[in-house]
Every structure is written in C-alpha cells, then in structure tokens.
Nanobody, 121 residues
Framework: VQLVESGGGSVQAGGSLRLSCAAS????????MGWLRQAPGKEREGVAT???????SSEDSVKGRFTISEDNAKNTLYLQMNSLKPEDTAMYYC????????????????WGQGTQVTVSL
C-alpha cells in the first residue's frame, strides 16, 4: 500500500493548485481518504475527507475554497485548492483509513510523503 502526493508548489495569494495522491496496492474507493496539513511550528490538522459513499467534509477555514474528490479509474485522490491564502502554507499529506460513516473520526494509518504548498502575498 503506497500513497504518492504531487502538485504542490509556490503560488501567489488568490491562486490555485491541485494536489494529487496516487494510490497503489488498494482501491481508494474502499477506504476513508483524507488530506491533512502541517505548517511549521503548528500541529497537524485535517483539511478534508472523503468516504466511499461520496460524503465529504472539510475544515471550516477551507470551506468554499478547497474541494476533495477522487477518480476511481485512476485510483487517485485530489484536492483542488482555490483562492489560496498565505495561511494555507503547509506540508500537505494524503492519508487512508478504515472505512467509516464519518471519515472525520477515523485514525489514518497509511500516509504519503507529503507535498509542500507555499502561498505568498
């Protein structure tokens, strides 16, 4: 089981990025999938989750700006990030956890290596 993120980079405030997380060894549709981030000196926080029934959740500060989705044919999870702000600067990780009705409460056991997102003014 492996998760590999890509798509991070540097962007100016107001810009957009799309993060990808390619999974191998299992089907993303069979697990709770999530995006989490960690900024320097801060605790890791959840950004968005996606369950196999299509239910999504997102952290309040990104609602209306970030969208989590998956392409089952490509076995890939995405995070579309629009209207980026400097406070979105962090290392972003995708993760997989056991299937649940509410993926916000799962313990994610499989993690990618992370992709850096830097937003400047």
């Amino acid at each position: 089981v492996q998760l590999v993120e890509s798509g991070g980079g540097s962007v100016q405030a107001g810009g957009s990025l799309r993060l990808s997380c390619a999974a191998s060894g299992y089907a993303v549709s069979s697990y709770c999938m999530g995006w989490l981030r960690q900024a320097p000196g801060k605790e890791r926080e959840g950004v968005a989750t996606l369950s196999n029934n299509g239910r999504t959740s997102s952290e309040d500060s990104v609602k209306g700006r970030f969208t989590i989705s998956e392409d089952n044919a490509k076995n890939t999870l995405y995070l579309q990030m629009n209207s980026l702000k400097p406070e979105d600067t962090a290392m972003y990780y995708c993760a997989a956890g056991p299937l649940a009705t509410d993926c916000r409460r799962v313990v994610f056991g499989v993690w990618g290596q992370g992709t850096q997102v830097t937003v400047s003014l």
